[in-house]
């Protein structure tokens, strides 16, 4: 069946089991029909059941992993001792914050026809005005969907992996123009208005989606279709219902969101070209092109889409093009885009305007481009992926997010990844200080501040996404160090955290250059710090369930790699077959 029909059936067939039972009373409102689900003049989701999107409890079920062990004090698992402490003798102990915590998250819940569907971007209370803070974000449900897959709550991420499904193949226009069909909404809004010919003041509830036409700036969310299937995997390894990922409609916007990245065009690196704005940095900081953030969540979301795909005669082309894409993005990240001091020697002694099959200084780069930051900053030991790479232009600045994961994917090799978290280490001062983690390191300042980000009043030096510290990276570095056998680095930065972050009540971000002040513009009781920190303490208790999000290096790819690498390698020479890179 060609993925266009099947993605038109979609809405019609993601609605209630026949099987299911009916929902409680208790869940509709006094004198409305069963509610129906719908979007503001758009297509309408069939009727909901609170039962229809329930997760498989088969504890044998295919692939399951038997080292995912119930969580104490969860669905008949050993309680948890209680704390005997007196208060007197407690100064906000770590149990107390991490209560606090999941008191918070759980209050962030979201629920579509009784069912929960994923987590609000905020929730404080003294919040008169939270602009989009009250919606669903794809990108910031995933640290909130882990932590309750860690839980053994599975339902709410089953729930919000359908829903968003659903969302994906609705039409969607900005100024007359309709981007790809596989491209997942930034955000999502569960509205009640009145039911159409309703009487009685009957209302129903519907999903409103923002694919971008409603974001600042209006740029397409390239991450959410990554990070979706990202956390699809991790669904699956957690709830051990691997047959979920066979259904018909989760195949279909699987192969939707590859063959959107996939699609051939204009470039010439494997790399993806994405506009300012499209990630975690939603605003103009100089990131358009080929960010590592983005490159780093594109291969991770290839290898499990590669691992969720089912083999049939209709993936065999889109299966060939993946792992071609793999093969050539690993060597194209771990070649060019990787800095240490010996690596910037060479840089600093690049010689320019080669024109040659052969040449060294491949992407022209001018060796006046080091910042002079850097020729002090960079270590003896360690290294880090740079943040961008396009003709005659390299970002030297280090970006947390995309480092991290390049450890959690195995796009880095084990030596880098072991580098990235030497430079950790190093830089402590300037990565982590007061509050984990820079989001990116140095800020933009002065001149070139106001030239890159268009002299943007919330990302001044040292703030916001201008080398602000965010709470929410603590998950994702906790990861990559349980991946590396480091954890005491995560277990540092979660110390410091725990230390302010609940008295601070759950800043969003922090400013200034050690992460000493809240952020000037942070929400409180930001749903992905609490997220981000509760992952991170839970998978320090349980580093064996880390395995739900890394990706273990492939041996393929190595192999691949290595020829590719050789005197021989068919990179160096012309030819149809050449990879490009």
Not at 256 to 272: E, Q, R, S, V, Y
Not at 321 to 350: D, P
Request: charged fraction near 25%.
């Amino acid at each position: 069946m060609a993925i266009a029909a099947v993605a038109a059936l979609l809405p019609l067939h993601l609605g209630c089991s026949d099987a299911a039972p009916q929902r409680p009373a208790s869940s509709l409102r006094v004198g409305a029909r069963p509610r129906k689900g719908g979007i503001r003049g758009r297509r309408r989701n069939p009727p909901c059941a609170a039962n229809s999107l329930q997760s498989s409890t088969n504890p044998t079920a295919h692939g399951h992993d038997p080292s995912l062990k119930v969580p104490p004090g969860v669905d008949g698992g050993a309680a948890a001792k209680p704390d005997h402490a007196p208060p007197s003798q407690r100064r906000r102990a770590p149990r107390d914050v991490e209560e606090e915590a999941w008191e918070l998250l759980r209050e962030s819940v979201v629920t579509y026809c009784g069912s929960p569907v994923g987590t609000i971007a905020a929730c404080d209370p003294n919040d008169a005005s939270p602009l989009n803070y009250d919606q669903v974000f794809i990108r910031d449900f995933v640290p909130s969907g882990i932590a309750f897959l860690l839980k053994g709550e599975h339902e709410i991420v089953r729930n919000f992996i359908l829903h968003t499904l659903q969302l994906q193949s609705w039409e969607k226009t900005i100024d007359c123009h309709s981007p790809g069909q596989g491209l997942m909404p930034a955000s999502f809004k569960v509205r009640v208005i009145p039911l159409d010919g309703g009487e009685d003041g009957a209302t129903e509830e519907v999903l409103d989606p923002d694919f971008g036409e409603a974001a600042i700036g209006r740029v397409a969310p390239v991450d959410s279709g990554l990070w979706w299937i990202i956390l699809l995997r991790a669904y699956g390894k957690c709830s051990g219902d691997l047959s979920f990922h066979e259904r018909v409609d989760v195949q279909t916007g699987i192969k939707l969101i590859l063959k959107l990245c996939l699609a051939d065009g204009f470039d010439m690196f494997p790399t993806l070209l994405v506009t300012d704005g499209s990630c975690m940095m939603d605003r103009r900081m100089g990131i358009h092109g080929h960010p590592l953030e983005i490159q780093a969540l594109f291969y991770s979301a290839l290898l499990c889409a590669r691992e969720m795909l089912t083999p049939e005669d209709g993936s065999a082309d889109l299966i060939r093009a993946l792992k071609s894409r793999l093969m050539a993005l690993s060597f194209h990240i771990r070649e060019y885009y990787w800095l240490e001091k010996r690596k910037l020697n060479e840089i600093y002694r690049y010689k320019t305007e080669e024109y040659s099959y052969d040449a060294v200084n491949k992407f022209n780069i001018y060796p006046d481009q080091i910042p002079s930051w850097l020729v002090e900053w960079i270590p003896p030991k360690g290294g880090y992926f740079i943040g961008n790479l396009q003709p005659a232009h390299m970002d030297f600045r280090f970006f947390s997010l995309g480092n991290l994961w390049s450890i959690v994917s195995s796009l880095a090799t084990t030596d880098q990844s072991h580098a990235i978290l030497d430079l950790v280490e190093a830089k402590w001062s300037d990565l982590v200080a007061e509050m984990p983690m820079k989001i990116c390191y140095p800020a933009l300042e002065d001149q070139e501040w106001k030239f890159i980000t268009g002299s943007d009043p919330k990302n001044t030096p040292w703030s916001y996404h201008n080398g602000g510290s965010w709470p929410t990276l603590l998950w994702q570095l906790t990861v990559a160090c349980i991946k590396m056998n480091r954890p005491e680095i995560a277990a540092r930065a979660v110390e410091v955290a725990e230390s302010r972050i609940s008295t601070d009540k759950w800043p969003e971000y922090y400013d200034t250059k050690r992460g000493r002040f809240i952020g000037k513009q942070a929400r409180l009781f930001q749903t992905w710090s609490i997220a981000g920190f509760l992952v991170a303490k839970l998978l320090l208790e349980n580093p064996e369930k880390s395995r739900i999000l890394w990706n273990n290096e492939d041996e393929e790819i190595l192999n691949a790699l290595s020829l590719m690498s050789g005197p021989s390698s068919p990179k160096r020479k012309r030819g149809r077959k050449t990879y490009i890179v």
